[in-house]
């Protein structure tokens, strides 16, 4: 293996998963049933008769330690080690996450009552208390590192991935003069896909080169790290989707308008709207799971890393294994979410929404979303919408993006003009989807 398995076994990628997607077009009132997986209220009373989506597709990533030039890496050959500027810390962090829609469907039974199906494949990677130092450290080239001694502290990791299919209802509950309040909720049957962690609890590492021959070079570690997998890694096996393991998730989410647009006629009434809803509330029971807990007290050399196949292997190899258990649950990134949108006028709407996420990130198997805030200025009308979202995101500050609606097809970044123009970016995302929308008569 290469020298930065060591890096991984300690402290696995510097990314930190997080369900924040379709920033500035899931505010759009014609964003239908992507929408609903913010908020399940919002379907009912929406612009469509029906909402049909084929699939659609977003993907999200930040973190606080590499500012990369995305237009550099866009021409290839980059450097990461070399290219890219670094803010260590002894506490960095990081997200991705990956958030496929399949073919999905949302309908009126009747003008106060709403119903949706969807189905819904998903990607969570989480991670806390990552020493950038250490990290730094590791990338080096052996040839040309020096001796350290670094507190790797308490790191937490976490990757968890599942299916799922939902099923959504909403209603209007009030109705009256300028008020308006409608109520939603999604039952979620989830199917198990892969789920490990990596946990360390007071963890060191020293690096005493050998000068004369670095392949001597012998890392010493101390502290205890906790493992999983939901697969048999121990035999070989590969990451698979677990068929015996599943759970249940519910989102709740209610919507206010003050409406004072129009009291007579269907198109767009409020002036102002506020929303809130909790979403991925439950948890996935991983029957096959397996943890080990090790004591990484000892030494290893840059041969015993070059030689292991997997970080596990090389766990088994060279620590004591303490403890191992099996059979555990994992939640989901349960999370609140707010919005309040403006409507300027018939078209122009300003927009701000929050993510703030429940679940404590320094939780064993915590999947958690990174906290945000969306501000976003909106051009919408029955065909076409733009939006220019500026988010601030937790580890990786303040983007810029831009994204629009063109009848059925909708693709858009949160992240757009900040990988453009600038040469530190820590955050990209992007997205996109397509769609058979079937209006309401009116406009």
């Known amino acids: 293996m290469k020298r930065t398995l060591l890096l991984f076994c300690f402290f696995g990628s510097f990314f930190y998963a997080r369900s924040q997607s379709y920033f500035g077009f899931r505010d759009d009132n014609y964003a239908g049933i992507q929408s609903a997986l913010f908020n399940p209220s919002n379907i009912v009373d929406s612009k469509y008769r029906a909402d049909v989506t084929f699939a659609s597709a977003s993907g999200t990533g930040q973190n606080d330690l590499y500012g990369i030039n995305f237009a550099n890496v866009l021409d290839g050959g980059y450097d990461l080690d070399t290219e890219a500027s670094k803010n260590f810390k002894s506490n960095n962090r990081g997200n991705f996450n990956i958030d496929i829609m399949g073919p ?26 990552i020493n ?24 937490n990791a976490v990757t968890n991935s599942w299916a799922e299919i939902g099923a959504s209802y909403a209603t209007v509950l009030f109705d009256r003069d300028d008020h308006f309040v409608k109520g939603g909720l999604t039952l979620k049957y989830l199917m198990a896909g892969v789920n490990g962690y990596i946990n360390g609890n007071d963890l060191s590492v020293a690096f005493n080169k050998n000068d004369a021959d670095p392949t001597l070079s012998e890392y010493y570690s101390t502290g205890t790290i906790r493992t999983a997998a939901s697969y048999d890694y121990e035999n070989g096996d590969d990451p698979t989707f677990d068929a015996t393991s599943a759970g249940v998730g519910l989102d709740l989410g209610f919507t206010y308008e003050y409406r004072t647009n129009c009291h007579t006629c269907q198109g767009n009434r409020y002036k102002f709207k506020a929303a809130a809803s909790v979403t991925d509330i439950g948890k996935i029971n991983y029957n096959n799971i397996v943890e080990n807990t090790y004591n990484v007290n000892g030494r290893v050399t840059q041969e015993d890393i070059e030689d292991a196949e997997d970080i596990f292997e090389f766990f088994d190899a060279n620590y004591t294994k303490v403890s191992s258990r099996k059979g555990l649950k994992a939640n989901l990134p349960t999370a609140l979410h707010t919005n309040f949108d403006w409507n300027i006028n018939q078209r122009f709407y300003l927009n701000l929404s929050g993510d703030f996420s429940l679940v404590d990130a320094k939780k064993i198997n915590g999947t958690a979303i990174a906290n945000s805030v969306t501000f976003t200025p909106r051009y919408e009308t029955r065909q076409f919408s733009f939006y220019v979202p500026v988010t601030h995101m937790q580890y990786s500050g303040t983007t810029v993006g831009a994204g629009f609606r063109a009848g059925p097809l909708f693709i858009g970044s949160g992240t757009l003009f900040s990988n ?9 995302n992007i997205y996109a989807g397509l769609k058979l929308p079937i209006y309401q008569d009116y406009r």
Request: charged residues 15%; hydrophobic residues 40%; glycine residues 6%.
């Open 420 to 428: 453009l123009f600038s040469n530190t970016s820590k955050a990209c």
């Open 104 to 129: 999905s469907v949302m309908f009126n039974i009747t003008p106060l009552h709403s119903v949706a199906l969807f189905t819904r494949v998903r990607s969570v990677t989480n991670m806390i208390g």
């Open 132 to 155: 950038g130092q250490l990290i730094d450290e590791v990338n080096k080239d052996i040839d040309v590192s020096e001796s350290f001694l670094i507190s790797g502290g308490n790191p």
